[in-house]
């Protein structure tokens, strides 16, 4: 595709319940990030990849959020045991270039809409 | 912790009006400054991006506006429209490192009145 794809566009979760939110990057691009984004703030940054290696996961908040990209393509991301502070949008993005690169303009995605009830 | 403060947090303008948007930070690294636009349920779509060796911007009705020795820089939307309608978010990053990881502001939701 053209863009950055991400589904489900919703999901609502029971609390307790574990999810795994899917990221398609525009093709060839290297790198892609995970961002949360809480109603009403700015997004904010959870984890990066290049290809297929996972360099940065300092923004995860918990050990229940765990993301993949075995193949250095499509990503998942995964919230096991749902909590309702997790209620948020999922926001993807990929660019061009990995490390040490400067043409790093982030494509996002439409997001995943997460509801914990 | 915030590195990069975004103000006002809502702004309403008349059509034909200049938008002005603020942002300051804090870690003097940064050297990559752009403004992203997110319409209602959609993901935030690359604006207009500055870096620290120039002092403005301008593409069409968005300007850039960066202050080094303040760490503030600025949007100015002129001429607003009612299609400029949006959250607008700035970010800051530093290029050519291990992560490209944008750090966001809060958002501004902009209202331009016809």
């Known amino acids: 595709g053209a863009g950055v794809s991400q589904s489900p566009r919703y999901k609502v979760a029971k609390r307790g319940q574990d999810v795994a939110l899917r990221c398609d990057p525009i093709?060839?691009?290297?790198?892609l990030f995970w961002y949360q984004q809480a109603l009403g703030q700015g997004p904010e940054f959870l984890t990066y990849?290049?290809?297929?290696?996972?360099?940065?996961k300092s923004g995860l908040p918990s050990d229940r959020f765990f993301a993949e990209r075995p193949e250095g393509s499509v990503s998942t991301l995964k919230i096991q045991r749902t909590q309702q502070e997790d209620s948020a949008v999922y926001l993807c993005?990929?660019?061009?270039?990995?490390?040490?690169?400067?043409?790093?303009?982030?494509?996002f995605g439409q997001g995943t809409r997460l509801t914990v009830v | 912790q915030q590195q990069v403060k975004q103000s006002p947090q809502s702004l309403i303008v008349q059509k034909g009006g200049i938008s002005i948007i603020n942002c300051a930070y804090e870690n003097t690294a940064f050297d990559y400054f752009p403004w992203y636009q997110q319409f209602p349920g959609k993901g935030p779509a690359l604006l207009i991006a500055i870096r620290p060796d120039v002092s403005e911007k301008k593409e069409g009705r968005f300007t850039i506006s960066f202050n080094k020795s303040a760490k503030q820089f600025s949007l100015h939307i002129m001429d607003s429209q009612p299609g400029d309608s949006a959250t607008y978010f700035c970010a800051a990053s530093k290029r050519g490192g291990a992560t490209n990881k944008l750090i966001f502001g809060t958002g501004t939701l902009l209202a331009v009145q016809p």
């Open positions: 990849f290049q290809n297929e290696a996972q360099l940065d």
């Open positions: 093709s060839g691009h290297v790198s």
């Open positions: 993005a990929s660019s061009l270039e990995g490390f040490g690169g400067m043409n790093t303009e982030a494509f």
